[in-house]
């Protein structure tokens, strides 16, 4: 066990049918699109090229890269359900993106358990599944993603 402080929510502490709404939010800025786009190989023009969004997209201006969106929604939830409790992210079900997201765009996150069971082959340790849902500062619904952690139980000494 490690000495460092946890955040995150023990196996037992994830009740099916808990909303935890996230305390950090996030402005997205053209940087952070355009830092993560290049960074990761992504050529498309929707998210990199303001004339042809303007000339040539319903949308008039860049997307945001919906990967860095997924990325800032499971990471604005690691605070305070996984930090410090996680074995390992074991995938995704689904993610959607039913509404784009834009630069300036102000996204807070909630997350729901869904599902929380023991291991049959871990002892100690559990299978919770997450719907993590992502707004934009209208309310609007811009990401929907269920995902399955490997988590700890609380050890027996804290």
Known sequence: MTDRPVSGKWLEELDEGVVIQHVIRRTITEA??????????????????????ERETEFGRPL?????????????????????????????????FPAPLFHG???????????????????????VTFEHRAFNQ???????????ALMLARPTDA
């Open 138 to 148: 209208h309310e609007q619904l811009v990401c929907r993603s269920v995902r399955n």
């Open 64 to 96: 945001v890269n919906s990967l860095l969106t997924l990325g800032l929604v499971v990471g604005i939830s690691v605070h305070e359900t996984t930090l410090g409790t996680t074995v390992a992210n074991l995938g995704f079900e689904e993610t959607v």
């Open 105 to 127: 765009d102000t996204i807070r996150v909630e997350s729901e358990v869904l599902r929380r069971r023991a291991s049959s082959s871990r002892p100690g340790q559990g299978i």
């Open 32 to 53: 952070d699109n355009i830092g993560f786009t290049t960074m990761t190989m992504n050529p498309a023009w929707l998210h990199l090229d303001a004339d042809y969004c």
